[in-house]
Each structure stands twice: as C-alpha cells, then as structure tokens.
C-alpha cells in the first residue's frame, strides 16, 4: 500500500498507470482502522489491475480539500487522473468490491 502525501499524490494518483483506490484516514478514526486489513486484501488480490493507497487527511488538509471530503474513512477511486467512484465510510469487504465493480 502506498503512502500518500500532498507531494507526491499527483505523481502517485492522477498520472498513475491503472486505477488507483485512496483511502483519506486520520489516527484518531476507528472504522479507519477496520477497513485498513480489508484494503491489504483488495491489495493482494487485485493489485495487479489495480493500486491501493492512503492518505493522512489530518496531516495532508489541501488534498483534502480539493476533493471534498467531509469525513473519515473516505475513499477515491481514480483513474486517468479523474475521481471515477467515492465510497464513504467503512464496509465490508464484499460491499467495498461491489461498489468498485467494472471499475478497474
């Protein structure tokens, strides 16, 4: 998983070669802290079509400013460089793959 931060989010993200899914976290969020092992296994068994990341939204307030998000656990998916699918808050893992279905 990616560490995302407001230097290298552009580079990472917006001319990435293949989707990549952001998840905006903070330390103090405890459903950020339950999705963080569903997302290693999206890693895992998707990482070859698509990139997981993450980004401390406290640490890193213009980025998340530029995209609007309003809470934690926010995630992003991107691809060519534009925001293709916003899923708010924790789900299961089941519920996260549907959500990002034909999207990568």
């Not at 519920?95 to 034909?102: E, R």
Request: proline fraction near 7%.
């Amino acid at each position: 998983m990616i560490d995302l931060t407001s230097e290298n989010f552009d580079e990472q993200v917006l001319r990435g070669g293949k989707p990549v899914l952001v998840e905006f976290w903070a330390d103090w969020c405890p459903p950020c802290k339950m999705i963080a092992p569903i997302l290693e296994q999206i890693e895992a068994e998707h990482g070859d079509r698509l990139t997981i990341a993450k980004i401390n939204g406290d640490e890193n307030p213009d980025i998340v400013t530029r995209y609007g998000v309003m809470g934690f656990p926010t995630l992003n998916l991107y691809r060519d460089g534009e925001v293709v699918r916003q899923i708010i808050g924790a789900k299961p893992k089941r519920a996260l793959l549907a959500a990002l279905d034909g999207h990568f």
